[in-house]
């Protein structure tokens, strides 16, 4: 037995969530039409042989978009045995109008009416059994989100897969049905008889796709035109509205019969809402505010507790377990760094490579006056080298304090790090010191670098999972269609770029919904300037390693983001190759749902595991590669290996040493900062993975803001790169995409350090001069008049005055 039921309905009726529920897939689920792209497949629970298949939502039969022609090719190429009609409920009227037409392919059809939780909460009844009446078909009632109903539904559908074809029980009026029954004779009467009727009703209506399909001669077309061109003059109209006002008008009929509702007219919570979050004036503020609370407390407060403890606790040195002992070793420490390590000596050199502008040398300082002996440890980590070049070296006060420094273990039971444990455990074995390097400097450092950010992901994660599933997001759509339309651009364009703000890769898929060719490549190539959640570490890194967690630094990565799309938006709109007017964008706005926690964790989960899983296998691949390239090197010209090689002298080194200068007006000169931005491509998390395996590196904070401008601009992963490969379908738009993000991410880091180096008094009259053309350059791609839309608008007013 090899049964094969689909999932077909309006877009956002419920399908995906019935699907994960019926096959305990992890699917995508958001509240606003549109989520679900591309058909997924997966085996019914407990049935063997049963397999039900997720498709894109659909309005009707007649596709407009790409993901909708894969909905419809299914269903009518493949023919499924059964069609699980999923109808949303709460909007009954308007999902009836695909049912109709389901119901008339000749492929046994039920009907599950989901979000029955929010009929019955609204108090609102249907009557099934007076539906399935009229409809000829069974209807099940059912709440995907609560998992009511569910499996009686599957097996409904299991059980007219193997009965007889849904037979349509809606006749049109008395031409229609006359022109039908010609069609249905001259020109499908070799098809299955099942199938006739549809294909008649498609004939009617002149679809093109069924009429290729047909290959018809043109003898019977005309013989047909005729039939059609009848009934239109009877019924004074022409054929597709006709079929579509029938249409209505039968489910009007059908409404009436079977469905009560309790608070007609009266505003519901959901439009009470939408009053203030898409109110004119308060939207953008509201948005505005919303994402900086999220990227806030992700990077900045949650999220960097539990960044703080894996990076310096299970990828660190250790722990205190449940944290006690953790606050009486602070304050023995601190003493003792107070008497010991920061004597006069070591304040004064301290303050005196400040007063100087030594790197780092402020941090150092800042950590001294505030008696933070963690602050302090940190910043001499990574500065102190820096120091010691400046000729303020405090090494020796430091390492002498260090030996008879107070034991963390004796203030609580001390768990060690995995660092520390697999050291100890390559001592045991007494394992050679190359295997050491590779193992701790190499895969646990690079790995832990970016596993270390893994728990930041997840607190945003949820964040979005929770915007995403409770409608927030929709609205979001619908308020930025009203800005962008300004400037000729389609609110649809933003979807993609909020599911990007997860990940890239479905973020460029979710394009296909723009029906539009030129504003979907438009928007393909746009949508990874949003910091998708590999980029978060490399915010995290920067804004907790040169700004002390200012809160401000992860929000304006994403504000970055978001304008970057706009002003490219605009900018590419006013060429040539992507003139025209924006695609239309009539999306209802989905009611808000209270999603259910266990969905939430769930969406977490996914998105955070396929991070994980990138963790054990690409960012391993090369952060052995990485440690490999920091070991070999050329020393006077010969070819080594040295665990402790100088990072000038190693393979790495040359590379970054070799291209860095291509960053040089960008600020970021140095080899490191050169090879994480190159290791980028492989995978965003990378570049915190690089300066995990090669050590942090002195920059200024503008050079820094700079870095993270270009890495979070420039080209994405090559896993992006391979989904608007994909989506574009075309090798040289793919190129000029890349072409195009970094040069963007270039010029923009470039006018960021140049002006900012002006105003910190180090200017460069070159860089000015470069920053200012390409400002001036910007300015005129931006406020240039759109040449087609201004031809359109005289068009327009020349119809008018007709
Ligand atoms: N209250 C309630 N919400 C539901 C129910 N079923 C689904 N939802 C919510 O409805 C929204 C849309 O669900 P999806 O499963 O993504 O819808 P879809 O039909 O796959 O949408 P597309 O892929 O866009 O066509 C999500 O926010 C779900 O949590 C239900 O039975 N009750
Ligand atoms: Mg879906």
Known sequence: MNIRIALAGNPNSGKTTLFNALTGSNQFVGNWPGVTVEKKEGKLKKHNGVTITDLPGIYSLSPYTLEEVVARNYLIGERPDAILNIVDGTNLERNLYLTTQLTELGIPVVIAINMMDVVRKNGDKINTAELSRELGCKVIEIS?????????????????????????????????????????????????EEQQRWYAIKIFERDEKAMAQLKLSADVQAHIEEDIKAAE????????????????????????????????????????IDRVVTNRWLALPIFALVMCLVYYVSVTTVGSWATDWTNDGLFGDGWHLFGIGSSAYDDAINEYAEENIWTPEVVAEVSKAADEGVIGAQ???????????????????????????AGYDISEVYDTAMESAPDTSDYGVWVPGIPVLVENGLNAIHSPDWLNGLILDGIVGGVGAVLGFVPQMLVLFIFLAF?????????????????????????????????????????????????????????????????????????????TALFHGAWWVAPSAYFLGAAA???????????????????????????????????ILRSMWERGWSFIKKAGTIILLSSIVMWLGSVFGVVD????????????????????????????????????????????????????????????????????????IFNLLCAPCFAAIGAMKREMNNA??????????????????????????????????????VAVLLIGFICYMLFRPYKEAEHLSTKAKALAQK
């Open 233 to 272: 003059k009877e019924l004074d109209d022409d054929a597709e509205s006709i079929i579509t006002n029938e249409r209505y008008v039968y489910i009007a009929s059908l409404m009436k019969g079977c469905y009560k509702k309790k608070n007609a007219g009266k505003l519901t919570a959901s439009d009470k």
């Open 637 to 708: 010209g010969k070819f080594v290996f040295d665990l402790e090689m100088e990072l000038d002298y190693s393979l790495v080194g040359r590379l970054g040493n070799a291209i860095k200068f291509i960053f040089a007006p960008l600020g970021f000169d140095n080899a490191r900062a050169a090879i994480a931005t190159v290791m980028g491509l492989v995978a965003k998390e990378e570049v915190v993975g690089v300066f995990g395996v090669l050590d942090f590196v002195s920059m200024t904070k503008l050079a820094g803001y700079c870095f993270l």
């Open 363 to 389: 941090d150092v300082l800042d950590a001294i006056n505030d008696q933070d002996f963690g602050a302090f440890d940190e910043a001499y980590g990574s500065y102190g080298d820096s120091l010691a070049a």
């Open 732 to 769: 040289k738009w793919t190129w000029f995409a890349i072409g195009y993000q970094c040069c963007f991410a270039y010029a923009i880091s470039l006018i960021v350090y140049q002006l900012g180096c002006l105003f910190t008094g180090h200017g460069n009259v070159l860089g000015i001069i």
């Open 467 to 543: 915007l995403e599933s409770c409608g927030y997001m929709a609205r979001i759509a619908f308020v930025m269609d009203r800005i962008f339309r300004k400037f000729g651009l389609s609110g649809k364009s933003f979807i993609p770029m909020l599911i990007g703000t997860g990940c890239g890769v479905p973020g460029i898929m979710a394009s296909r919904t723009i029906e539009n060719d030129r504003d979907r490549k438009m928007t393909v190539m746009t949508t990874t300037f949003i910091p998708c959640g590999a980029k978060l570490p490399i915010i995290a890194m920067i804004a």
């Open 144 to 192: 995907a989100l609560k998992g009511t109903g569910v499996m009686e539904a599957a097996e409904a559908a299991i059980k007219a897969a193997e009965g007889t074809k849904t037979v349509p029980m809606h006749t049109f009026s008395g031409p229609v049905e006359h022109a039908l029954a010609h069609i249905e004779e001259v020109a499908v009467h070799q098809m299955p």
């Open 565 to 599: 799309i706009v002003v490219s938006g605009i900018m590419l709109k006013k060429t040539k190759m992507f003139a025209g007017d924006p695609a239309p964008f009539v999306m209802e706005l989905p009611a808000y749902h209270w999603p259910t926690v266990g969905n």
